[in-house]
């Protein structure tokens, strides 16, 4: 049958479980695979952007809910001012001064992005990020999982499994899963990247290289 809905995955993965006492517990197999799908995932559906007026005198913002990593920064000035990562300690000791001034860079505390220097004016951010699949319901169904439903089946199946206490089964459907992810993490470099050599490291990776310097 073809897995192309919430309702078809639900039923999908009760006939593989081949029982039909566990319809209750289902959704939260799939709400577990998710989890794992957006732990282990970035793709082209999880970059997202969103702008904020800065506040005068005021050196935080609120970040995206469901932000995961940050991918740039900047402000949209004229020309663009593209702002630097650093840590909170490196971003206070390269902006010591208590006057203000247009951003040039930032840190991230807590769930709030700090810029340096503090905003002297209500500059316009853009903040593009890494943020969560949208979660599969009902009402939704994100383009992952019209890509690669077999990632939602497998991770849904291993949780099952492991709540059945059946080892063997819960690791033969997580291989699988782990296959699925690979796959699609390496269809994910391609349509960034081309099929040339990648030489790649995550934004997070970078920011915090930049900041060790």
Known sequence: MAISSYAQLQTAIQNFLARDDMTAVIPDFIQLAEARINRELETREQEKRVQATLVSGDEYIALPTDLREVREVKLNTSPITVLNYASPSSLDSTYSGNGLGKPLG?????????????????????????????????????????????????????????????????????????RGINEVRIDEERSHYGTGSLQTKSAYMRQNATAEK
């Not at 169904?141 to 499994?161: M, Q, V």
């Open 106 to 178: 930032y840190s991230i505390v807590g769930k709030e992005m700090k810029l340096r220097p503090v905003p002297d004016s209500a500059y316009v951010a853009e903040i593009v990020y890494v943020g969560s699949v949208d979660a599969i319901s009902p009402t939704s169904t994100p383009i992952l999982f019209l890509r690669s439903p077999d990632l939602y089946l497998y991770g849904a199946l291993t949780e099952a499994y492991a709540y059945l206490l059946d080892e063997t089964r819960a690791a033969q459907y997580d291989e699988k899963f782990t």
